[in-house]
């Protein structure tokens, strides 16, 4: 695929009437905690929401009595208020031996079954759950597919899902991910070029602000408002130029007053759901400390707001 830059950001104004961001942790942080115990946790310490990654830990697909679990869960996000997107990035839900595997692209034409099966029952659980959007994404090309292959294999197994998605009105929300084929803002626009331009409501995206920050060539505000258009759902933590490792707010070199101010500049509806996949073992603890980093910054856009936070910009890697 020949690289094209993401589309000229809008210098509108903001809106009068933009809506408040609505703050989320995801449960792929929280992995050591029961599923209850974590959504409590969340609403105790004021989130508006929760991104729940399906995994044998927090609501199992694959496993027996999936409507009645998933009934449960929605009485327990009803008691705490909390609004929910969910997640398929779950490492080894359909393979045990292969993180992420099999994918969308893999040549193997009944591989791509499995997650397409998997996706459509994470639209179906969403649909049950009332959730904002429903997460995928591409998975890393198979070194012996090229690439014209890969989007249409990826284009091809996204079909019935988005129609599912239709079908619900519940947004399919890919994400651009470094090291697969859909890896940047621009694969999006190419994929939804290979999908004839479906309804943003239909295929949307994914837009991880540490992954703008890793690979794109602009900032990640302008990253945002060049994609306001197609986002859905909002991931966020910190994150290194070149380097993709997700790390708590403060350990990287993300300018978060720009992002919040352009995240409510477009009035983006969807939930801003912080993503430390890695870091569980502190899972609590980071919980609190990311809702104190970002309600600091949301109180203003200016350095003070800012200082508040501990530094004012990004802090070397």
């Known amino acids: 695929m020949t690289s094209t830059p993401p589309p000229v950001p809008s210098t509108s104004p903001p809106s009068p009437e933009a809506p408040p961001l609505r703050l989320a942790y995801g449960t792929n942080g929280l992995t050591d905690l029961r599923l209850t115990d974590a959504l409590t946790l969340l609403s105790d310490l004021g989130y508006d929401g929760v991104a729940l990654t399906l995994d044998h830990m927090h609501l199992d697909p694959l496993a027996p009595g999936l409507a009645a679990r ?162 859905r759902h909002v991931q966020l933590e910190d994150m290194c130029r070149g380097v993709h490792e997700h790390l708590p707010f403060g350990d990287g070199e993300i300018d978060f007053p720009p992002v919040l101010a352009a995240l409510r500049d477009t009035a983006y509806r969807g939930l801003v759901s912080v993503e430390l996949p890695r870091h569980s073992h502190a899972g609590p603890e980071l919980a609190r400390t990311s809702l104190d980093f970002l309600r600091s910054h949301l109180l203003s856009s200016s350095p003070q707001a800012a200082a508040l936070a501990g530094r004012v910009g990004g802090a070397p890697c």
Do not use: N
């Open 70 to 231: 998933t009934a449960r869960v929605a009485d327990t996000l009803r008691d705490t208020g909390l609004a929910v997107a969910i997640e398929t990035g779950a490492r080894y839900v359909l393979d045990p031996r292969r993180k992420h595997h099999p994918t969308l692209i893999d040549p193997d034409p009944d591989a791509r079954a499995a997650r397409t099966d998997l996706l459509r029952t994470a639209v179906r659980v969403g649909a049950d759950l009332g959730a904002t959007a429903v997460h995928c994404f591409s998975g890393v090309r198979d070194p012996g597919s090229t690439d014209a292959d890969s989007w249409q294999r990826l284009a091809a197994a996204l079909a019935p899902v988005a129609a599912a998605a239709s079908d619900t009105g519940l947004p399919l929300a890919v994400e651009p991910e470094p090291g697969h084929l859909l890896s940047d803002l621009a694969g999006f626009h190419h994929l939804r070029t290979v999908m004839g331009a479906p309804d943003p409501d239909v295929l949307g995206l994914t837009l991880d602000i540490g992954h703008c920050q890793c690979l794109e060539p602009v900032p990640p505000a302008d990253c945002i408002r060049a994609a306001a258009p197609w986002t």
